[in-house]
């Protein structure tokens, strides 16, 4: 055998290059080829935010009619789309606290950095918590649930419910604290009370506490019910798509650098932590954590835009940051997928 840094250790040593570049090239095509189908299949859900951004821009669609419209998907056609799936599911099938504890430290550790940056730049306790929520939360019910379905099948409903219920009990609920008791210094029992009446409003929690319910029930669904659920769900998906793309149509991009940050963190670091705490720290099947991790590249929810707005908190900012990471959320989401499912 040739000495180490003799004539035939070199042309080992390039052979060995040779073979390793020629290995990996073929899973570089595959990865690259599955980018690409992945974009195409996503491609349809954004033509769809897309024409709802363009009939909101030529006013053909006004702001009045996308809030009429949000309403009719929040309160009626995502309701029943949940409803429906949630009356066929059992409690024990969907609840993991391994995947509960994974998504919910991957988005704890990016709330926190978020809160420290915007501390760092001086801002208060109540617009630090907006900024955390938009770098934290996102658009699971009117984007994900539409999306993953039609991508990953029925199955992927499980870990989106989770994934959903998390961000509106623990985080939608933190978010109210943190700004109450930045305004008044201390925490009162009526915000614990407005905190409880929201969640009890709510119909997407409503509607899979209701759904599990009559699963545990064991009644079946009559066919007249399964039909209407059926018909009055299949709105939930182009009606949720278009009323995101109508509301991008009255955003503006204002403090384009805050919104890029926020962005970043939403659609880069959010992803990674909860890869982080779904695939090493509190480890879940292969399936659930790819479902977890994509629904953690979603971009900016519109629920967080309501809120700023309903306190007068930065809400410009928060129109950037949701206008910002849907636009790049075209690419990102197919990359981030593509890498999970590989």
Not at 98 to 115: E, K, P, R, S
Not at 175 to 181: E, Q
Not at 203 to 216: N, R
Request: proline share 5%; charged share 10%.
């Amino acid at each position: 055998m040739p000495a180490s840094g003799t004539p035939g250790s070199a042309i080992g040593h390039l052979f060995t290059c040779a073979l390793s570049r020629s290995l990996a090239a073929p899973l570089r095509l595959r990865y690259a080829c599955r980018m690409v189908e992945i974009f195409l299949r996503t491609l349809p859900f954004f033509a769809i935010i897309g024409l709802g951004f363009l009939a909101g821009r030529t006013r053909f669609f006004t702001e009045e009619a996308t809030a009429y419209l949000t309403k009719f998907v929040f309160f009626f056609a995502l309701s029943a789309m949940l409803f429906r799936f949630s009356a066929s599911l059992s409690l024990g099938d969907i609840l993991d606290w391994n995947l509960v504890a994974g998504y919910l430290w991957g988005t704890a550790v990016v709330y926190l950095i978020a809160t420290a940056i915007s501390f760092l730049r001086g801002l208060d306790m109540s617009t630090a918590a907006v900024e955390a929520q938009c770098a934290a939360i996102g658009n699971v019910g009117f984007l994900g649930l539409p999306m993953f379905i039609t991508l990953f099948g029925e199955e992927a409903i499980g870990p989106n419910m989770l994934v959903l219920t998390v961000d509106l009990i623990v985080f939608s609920s933190l978010i109210v604290i943190l700004i109450n008791a930045g305004r008044t210094g201390r925490l009162s029992v009526a915000t614990f009370g407005q905190i409880g009446l929201g969640l009890l409003k709510n119909p997407m929690i409503v509607s899979i506490v209701a759904g599990l319910a009559w699963s545990a029930l064991e009644w079946p669904i009559p066919r007249p019910m399964e039909d209407f659920l059926l018909i009055l769900g299949g709105a939930a998906t182009p009606g949720a798509l278009f009323a995101i793309g109508a509301s991008l149509a009255g955003k503006s991009a204002e403090r384009i650098v805050i919104a890029g940050w926020l962005s970043m963190c939403k659609l880069m670091l959010h992803p990674l932590f909860v890869a982080i705490g779904v695939l090493w720290l509190f480890p879940v099947e292969p399936f659930a954590a790819m479902v977890t991790i994509s629904a953690a590249a979603l971009p900016v929810a519109g629920n967080v835009f309501m809120l700023a707005q309903h306190y007068g908190i930065a809400p410009q900012r928060v129109s950037a940051a949701i206008l910002i990471s849907t636009t790049a959320s075209i690419l990102t989401v197919p990359l981030v997928i593509a890498w999970v499912g590989g």
